[in-house]
């Protein structure tokens, strides 16, 4: 067996809709977020094995913090305001290997 991951990083989008009134991702935009990460990668062609795969999630339990993203194998969080952050995370960290520090959630 290889210890090639299979996808290179593997991004995560909460979209967790909450009925109870409290602040989530669903409401905070993360559906046009997602969408729109995932076109950019394949306009880029970075998706599929060995690359990188922009996904859904369920709830992540951050929803106060957010809208959260978290990639991984680095298990980075991130949080956003618009378009021009996803594009920022995608071309700094997705492609560049870094860290958008202003956008970053601590680990904790």
């Not at 109870?20 to 559906?31: K, T």
């Not at 991130?78 to 996803?86: A, F, G, P, R």
């Not at 920022?88 to 520090?101: C, N, P, S």
Request: net charge negative; proline share 4%.
């Amino acid at each position: 067996m290889s210890d090639t991951l299979y996808f290179r990083k593997h991004v995560f989008f909460c979209m967790n809709q909450r009925e109870d009134g409290r602040p989530c991702c669903a409401e905070r935009g993360a559906q046009a977020a997602q969408e729109h990460a995932k076109r950019r990668i394949k306009q880029m062609d970075m998706n599929g094995q060995g690359k990188i795969r922009i996904n859904k999630a369920g709830c992540l339990d951050r929803c106060e913090e957010g809208p959260v993203m978290v990639v991984y194998p680095e298990g980075t969080w991130y949080t956003w305001v618009d378009q021009s952050d996803i594009d920022e995370i995608i071309d700094v960290d997705l492609v560049g290997g870094g860290v958008v520090e202003r956008l970053k959630l601590p680990n904790t």
